[in-house]
């Protein structure tokens, strides 16, 4: 899926998975499509953010990089930081 | 008779100009305009825009109508000075199509004023076997594989999501693909990560990946980079490429690809699995939204299973 979307922007055809969330559940072999919003209060990229420079990724600068370094999002998700229903 | 000022005045009252600035301003924009380059084939491969079809003058009315389905759409014409493009314009005005322009100053203005434009290197016969079922495809042909073949995609991670992406791009002739890792193959690697084989094991994954995608596609240009990602050297790799594969195993990476590829302007297509589970988007900066907006915070230490 990501060699295909990659290919779409390449060539810039289609209607690639911008706003889009694609999941898919092999056990169950379902599809599902979760619409995503920009989020405005977004630190890197809402109407007034925080994050200009990559300095928040420098050592001792917390906030990302403070994080087991193993996972996956939707363990994040389920924890209630997404919105992962809906789709 | 006429005389060919005349034709050319004549042809100059109905069909505006635009110049090379106002046409780059239209390709930027987004907005629907199809360009069209009506010289002969071989000024075309010299060098042409990049958005243009080649439709020669001669052929211009017959085969418009494939190029183009709604009459409405804003077409933007060009030879070499002007000239030949403006009467063609004439031309297709008196087709029925309504917003027909001319690039004031042609193709010569266009260089001229700095703006970029693409040779086309002849494919080998080789490639035009091996690439020949893209040219059937209405939205890839000939042109599109051109510009796959031009195109420069990085892939962070050669592990279960980098491979079968890296292998994907490289068959579909991805000119150049940067494969960066820092790991070396491990045989519990080796029941997902299919760049990678057997006799791989403990030698770097970019190295096993480059020899992989070579005999594939031995066209694909492969830049090796057998190290992680970090602060220190993102910005640096990003820059090169003109989209970036996210197929990083860790929130760190995530974040920082995503925070880069926003800063840099460049569009990150991420993906993650998670035992039976997967899930693919793509972050298009200023586009839509980025990782951050799905993900504010990163998880607490200790909750994320591995």
């Known amino acids: 899926m990501q060699a295909t979307e990659a290919v779409k922007l390449l060539l810039g055809i289609g209607e690639p998975l911008i706003g889009r969330l694609l999941t898919y559940d092999a056990l169950g072999m379902r599809f599902r499509e979760v619409k995503l919003r920009r989020d405005p209060k977004c630190p890197l990229c809402g109407t007034s953010p925080t994050i200009k420079d990559l300095s928040i990724h420098m050592e001792g600068g917390g906030g990302a990089c403070a994080v087991d370094p193993n996972g996956h999002g939707t363990t994040v998700a389920a924890a209630g930081a997404a919105p992962r229903a809906g789709g | ?306």
């Not at chain 2, 075309?44 to 079809?53: K, L, N, P, Q, S």
């Not at chain 2, 050669?158 to 491979?163: F, I, T």
Request: proline residues 7%; hydrophobic residues 40%; neutral net charge.
């Open chain 2, 1 to 306: 008779m006429k005389t060919l000022k005349e034709m050319l005045a004549e042809a100059r009252q109905v069909v505006p100009e635009e110049g090379p600035a106002d046409l780059e301003r239209r390709l930027k924009s987004g907005d629907p305009v199809v360009v069209i380059d009506v010289r002969d084939p071989d000024e075309y491969r010299d060098g042409h825009v990049e958005a243009a079809t080649n439709i020669s003058r001669g052929f211009l009315e017959f085969r418009i109508g494939t190029a183009v389905s709604d009459p409405s759409t804003p077409i933007v014409l060009y030879c070499q000075t002007g000239l030949r493009s403006v009467l063609a314009a004439k031309a297709l005005r008196e087709l029925g199509y309504t917003t027909v322009i001319n690039l004031q100053g042609g193709y010569q203005k266009w260089v001229q004023s700095g703006l970029p434009v693409v040779r086309e290197v002849p494919m080998t016969p080789d490639q035009i076997q091996r690439y020949s079922r893209h040219f059937l495809l209405a939205q890839v042909g000939d042109k599109g594989q051109r510009r796959l073949l031009r195109s420069r995609a990085l892939l962070i991670g050669a592990g279960g999501l980098g491979s079968p992406t890296a292998l994907y791009l490289a068959a579909a002739g991805v000119g150049t693909l940067g494969l960066m890792d820092g790991d070396v193959v491990d045989i519990t690697n080796l029941q997902r990560q299919v760049l990678h084989t057997t006799a791989d094991v403990g030698r770097p994954k970019v190295e096993s990946g480059t020899r992989t995608i070579k005999a594939l596609n031995p066209d694909t240009n492969v830049i090796a980079l057998p190290m992680r990602i970090t602060v220190d050297n993102v910005m640096d790799v990003i820059k090169d490429y003109d989209l970036v594969v996210d197929g990083s195993d860790n929130f760190e990476t995530r974040y920082l690809v995503n925070d880069a590829c926003y800063l840099a302007g460049k569009t990150n297509v991420h993906g993650s699995i998670f035992q039976f589970e997967g899930m693919a988007t793509v972050f298009a900066p200023n586009e839509g939204p980025c990782y951050r907006c799905l993900y504010p915070t990163p998880p607490p230490p200790g909750l994320v299973p591995s």
